[in-house]
């Protein structure tokens, strides 16, 4: 009987860490099933790209796994029993339950709906779905339209420059409840700065947003509240753990996230490992890591190895997670990097421009190709279970 690993999720976590996996164990001792809603790899570092008109290559998840002897599941996830170690799914074979051995969460994050309005009016950057929505919103709009981007962070300063590049008809404008790209580095600041004048973009700092409506937001005054006006509002402030980890026995945080240890391991059920944005996890320095495919790849790596070494019994490693840097995509031509403290702290070495730009272009290229060829990277080692065969699925990991 072989040991069933079920990964849920395809998005980078999730198919890095089965990837690796099918690399490590041998195939006659597991049996790797990855469940996903979309029949194909997104790249969710180019929503925003996707959203402006752009087209994206497709990548099949049949086709990027053909050879490894990983299944492919085409559904959705409707509830995980952690106690039974089954799952749930709803998908191209009907309603079905699916057993593991070990399990794999790696289902990520959605838009953190905040305040009032935002489900219903606003648009999203979040998923494949989502952004092909946005662009098709965008595509109605006429010359003088205005378009709000709610957010501060990395999703909301590349959003407001792809729209403002791709449609400079449009009147875009960025609203940050603290300071857009309040963390990074003065050099960098002042070249986002730049960037923005040079695309017309209208940045408000300092905004809080009340609520979101048909044709524009409410924000908080000390003299009341003020509307301002947008056609299309885009959310970006901000992302939530997908909310089916909450509703199991799993140990979660207030927000939802599965708490796990230095290996991905959730603390409260061994067989269970989460990462991506999925995960609670404590990097270099003990701050938590944050949501982000710069965070996600390390995290799949660690969890399939460790979980690998845990069935083959070898040692299991274990090392604290730290950042390099942090890529900003300023439009086509234009970028940020930002060289950050294994702790994400910025350090004052910054690159901007076009330099920035095709860095920025070739690390999104190359975690794409990574995830699309699981075959090719690092050699191919696969090793036996320890346990005897036929008592795989009762296997006591350390």
């Known amino acids: 009987m072989k040991h069933r690993i079920v990964v849920l999720g395809a998005g980078y976590a999730g198919a890095i860490a089965a990837g690796r996996l099918a690399k490590r164990l041998h195939r006659d001792d597991v049996e790797i099933t990855v469940v996903n809603a979309d029949s194909e790899f997104v790249e969710r570092v180019r929503m925003h790209q996707l959203a402006t008109g752009q087209e994206l290559r497709p990548r099949p998840l049949r086709e990027m796994f053909a050879g490894t002897g990983?299944?492919?599941?085409?559904?959705?996830?409707?509830?995980?029993?952690?106690?039974?170690?089954?799952?749930?799914?709803?998908?191209?074979?009907?309603?079905?339950?699916?057993?593991?051995?070990?399990?794999?969460?790696?289902?990520?994050?959605?838009?953190?709906?905040?305040v009032p309005g935002v489900a219903e009016y606003a648009h999203e950057v979040a998923g494949k779905g989502s952004a092909l929505r946005l662009r098709a919103r965008l595509g109605d709009l006429g010359p003088g339209a205005t378009v709000l981007v709610v957010g501060g962070g990395l999703t909301a300063i590349e959003a407001a420059a792809e729209i403002a590049e791709a449609r400079p008809d449009l009147a875009v404008t960025l609203a940050a409840r603290g300071g857009a790209g309040a963390w990074l580095d003065e050099k960098a600041r002042r070249h986002l700065r730049g960037a923005f004048d040079r695309l017309g973009i209208t940045v408000r700092e300092n905004?809080?947003?009340?609520?979101?409506?048909?044709?524009?937001?409410?924000?908080?005054?000390?003299?009341?509240?003020?509307?301002?006006?947008?056609?299309?509002?885009?959310?970006?402030?901000?992302?939530?753990?997908?909310?089916?980890?909450?509703?199991?026995?799993?140990?979660?945080?207030?927000?939802?996230?599965?708490?796990?240890?230095g290996t991905m391991r959730s603390v409260s059920h061994p067989d269970v490992y989460a990462i991506g944005d999925a995960a609670n996890a404590v990097g270099v320095g003990g701050n938590p890591l944050r949501m982000g495919c710069a965070t996600a790849t390390p995290m799949a790596w660690q969890a399939a190895d460790a979980l690998a070494a845990r069935l083959t019994g070898r040692t299991v490693p274990e090392a604290p997670i730290g950042y390099a840097s942090q890529c900003i995509s300023l439009g086509r031509r234009d970028g940020i990097i930002q060289r950050v403290a294994p702790d994400d702290t910025p350090t004052s070495l910054v690159f901007t421009g076009r330099i920035a730009a095709r860095i920025k272009e070739f690390v999104c290229a190359g975690a794409a190709w990574s995830v699309s060829h699981p075959t090719v990277l690092m050699p191919t080692r696969r090793h036996r279970l320890a346990a005897p065969a036929g008592a795989q699925g009762s296997l006591v990991t350390r």
Do not use: C, M, N
């Not at 947008?230 to 970006?236: D, G, L, P, Y």
């Open 70 to 114: 990983i299944r492919v599941r085409i559904a959705r996830v409707t509830a995980v029993d952690v106690e039974r170690k089954t799952v749930a799914l709803d998908g191209e074979h009907g309603v079905e339950t699916l057993g593991y051995d070990s399990l794999v969460y790696a289902l990520g994050s959605t838009v953190a709906q905040t």
């Open 207 to 261: 905004t809080d947003i009340l609520r979101v409506e048909a044709d524009g937001v409410v924000v908080a005054k000390e003299s009341g509240a003020e509307r301002i006006p947008a056609e299309v509002t885009v959310w970006t402030a901000g992302f939530a753990a997908h909310p089916l980890a909450a509703a199991t026995a799993l140990t979660v945080t207030e927000t939802g996230r599965i708490v796990v240890d």
